[in-house]
């Protein structure tokens, strides 16, 4: 048996659904009783977001890669990163890490193909919605994706950052989000929305709106996940 190595606690409340997932698509996918083989490395949020938001990208990537050690020298086979924001680093982090490691953003593109779309809105933090790292991925798809307009993004990232970061789950700003989504729709012509952050999918449950299918990327990651611990 394989075992994964999780870089989480960015934020806690998503790295829960990470957590209670694997364990119940392996469960649903291994059918001898047996339970996947995990180690996690909850690390302080407030140092992640502290040096992204002061734009120290490499500091960043550096932070990463020793947080990544600890799962290396604990028998991880293979790592991920439990959130969507730090991926704005993930290209060099990759380079360096001790173990391979699975993209949240190569496995929603993934899924993304799946489904024949070629335009979609993404939500996320401000780093992703204004990073071009979901952007290059998809780009190299034929996959365009269309970002809310700046005062749509700072409501979004308000609340990712103020509520649901913290697990403050109010339908107000379910409602709010769902709005733009529909805004997008007619304004942009968008034909599904990515939960660029992993928080959203603790807000946004549903596999579609409107007519509009919702790419839940910590669903997308788990079941990556699970796929190569039974590789």
Do not use: W
């Not at 680093?89 to 593109?109: G, Y």
């Amino acid at each position: 048996m394989k075992t994964v190595g999780i870089i989480g606690g960015i934020g806690p409340e998503s790295t829960i659904e990470y957590y209670r997932g694997i364990i119940a698509v392996y469960r649903e996918r291994q059918t001898d009783g047996s339970y996947p083989s995990i180690i996690l490395n909850s690390i302080n949020l407030t140092v992640l977001v502290n040096l992204i938001t002061a734009n120290e990208l490499g500091k960043t990537a550096d932070h990463l890669v020793n947080q990544l050690q600890p799962l290396a020298r604990g028998g991880a086979d293979f790592g991920v990163i439990a959130a969507g924001t730090p991926h704005i680093v993930f290209d060099q982090v990759h380079a360096r890490s001790p173990i391979p490691l699975i993209s949240i953003v190569e496995a929603t593109c993934d899924a993304a193909a799946r489904l024949n779309l070629k335009k979609i809105a993404l939500f996320g933090t401000r780093f992703t919605m204004q990073g071009s790292f979901y952007q290059s991925v998809f780009a190299k798809a034929g996959i365009t994706l269309v970002v809310p307009e700046a005062d749509e993004q700072a409501y979004i990232h308000d609340k990712y950052m103020n509520d649901l970061v913290h697990g403050i789950i109010l339908p107000e700003t379910r409602g709010r989000l769902l709005t733009i989504l529909d805004k997008m729709k007619e304004r942009d012509g968008v034909e599904a929305l990515i939960l660029g952050g992993t928080e959203l999918s603790l807000i946004i449950k549903d596999a579609e709106h409107n007519g509009l299918p919702i790419l839940d990327t910590t669903k997308i990651h788990v079941e990556r996940i699970v796929a190569e611990l039974l590789s």
